[in-house]
């Protein structure tokens, strides 16, 4: 007896739609436009919670790309026509060595999501002398700090950020983001969670007694600023009325005093970065080895530690006679 054909009989080959389909997958792969690939990488690091100025920067060189190079399908982007676009630029190596790590992580994006098959870019590289930047002095940080006025609020504020910059390494955009709940004051640690850091991932620090007791007193004096300005956050680190620092810039109220101060009492690289450079040569040479180091300022690589390490011929000489 034949089998009776019904309703729920398919009658379409459906394995020639789903060849068809591979078939059309293959090919917006390899007709996507560079526009359409730096909507969906847009999304993606918005949603891994990059900083908006970083995305702005991914998406101005990616522009310049495309408009230097006039190409417009990501199939189309080679080695040649990368090297094309720095020779177009008249900036200096070190801008266009910037705009370059830019694009290669745009590419790599782009690989980790399977558009493109090789990392043809990782050879491309362009040659800078960089010169090394000082990091600030323990000697400078301590005669700055007895030149402020701890009596006044301002003046307590900026000792502790100073402090809690110089003795924890922590970027300037992360100290206008600490709050009250990031301090364990029973264990004595910051514990930051990756939403304030660049590297979005957790980090604990340690803090030593006399630290512990400044935040006490700073969170004890930003109770009253707010409660006079009627303001509602728990901000470490607040305004003289009471509000948050956190402007999602590096020139922050704190970073503006630093350069005050150093131009008033005439010391040098008094700044954010360069106290984070001396936190960095203060751990090495008090024995911390350079992966530790790199752990903790949150870089990603340890090439980049070392560009912090301000070492001179003897100290380099005289670091490697111990392991002879």
């Known amino acids: 007896m034949s089998k009776r054909s019904g309703v729920f009989d398919v009658q379409v080959d459906v394995s020639k739609l789903i060849r068809g389909r591979k078939q059309d997958k293959s090919f917006r792969k390899d007709s996507l436009t560079l526009e359409d690939a730096m909507k969906v990488i847009m999304k993606q690091m918005q949603v891994s919670g990059f900083r908006e100025r970083t995305m702005k920067d991914y998406q101005l060189h990616w522009n310049h790309f495309e408009k230097t190079t006039e190409i417009t399908y990501l199939n189309e982007i080679a080695a040649d026509t990368i090297y094309l676009w720095l020779e177009s630029m008249s900036v200096s190596n070190q801008t266009k060595l910037t705009r370059l790590k830019c694009l290669k992580a745009i590419l790599t994006k782009c690989f980790d999501n399977g558009w493109i098959e090789q990392k043809f870019w990782k050879t491309i590289s362009i040659k800078v002398d ?3 930047k000082k990091g600030a002095r323990s000697d400078d940080i301590e005669v700055l700090l007895s030149l402020l006025d701890l009596n006044t609020f301002i003046g307590l504020r900026d000792a502790v950020a100073i402090i809690t910059l110089y003795k924890t390494g922590i970027r300037i955009n992360t100290l206008g983001q600490l709050e009250e709940r990031h301090i364990d004051f029973t264990n004595r ?22 630290m512990a007791n400044l935040f006490k007193v700073l969170i004890g004096q930003n109770k009253k600023v ?3 300005y009627d ?7 607040v305004s003289q009325k009471g509000t948050s620092l956190n402007t999602k810039s590096t020139n922050n109220a704190i970073s503006k005093r630093l350069h005050k101060y150093s131009q008033r009492f005439g010391l040098e690289n008094i700044n ?5 450079r001396g936190y960095a040569k ?3 040479l008090k024995g911390a080895d350079i992966a530790l180091i790199s ?13 912090y390490l301000d070492l001179d011929i003897e100290q380099v000489s005289n670091s490697l006679r111990n392991f002879l």
Do not use: C, M, Y
Request: aromatic share 4%; proline share 4%.
């Open 130 to 132: 960089k010169n090394v």
């Open 189 to 210: 640690t910051l514990n930051l969670d990756g939403s304030i850091l660049k590297n979005h991932k957790l980090l604990q620090l340690p803090i030593d007694e006399v």
């Open 226 to 228: 707010r409660k006079r």
């Open 231 to 237: 303001q509602k956050n728990s901000f470490l680190f």
């Open 272 to 276: 954010p970065h360069s106290i984070r």
């Open 282 to 284: 203060n751990l090495l």
């Open 295 to 307: 752990k903790a300022l949150g870089h990603s690589n340890l090439a980049v530690t070392t560009q």
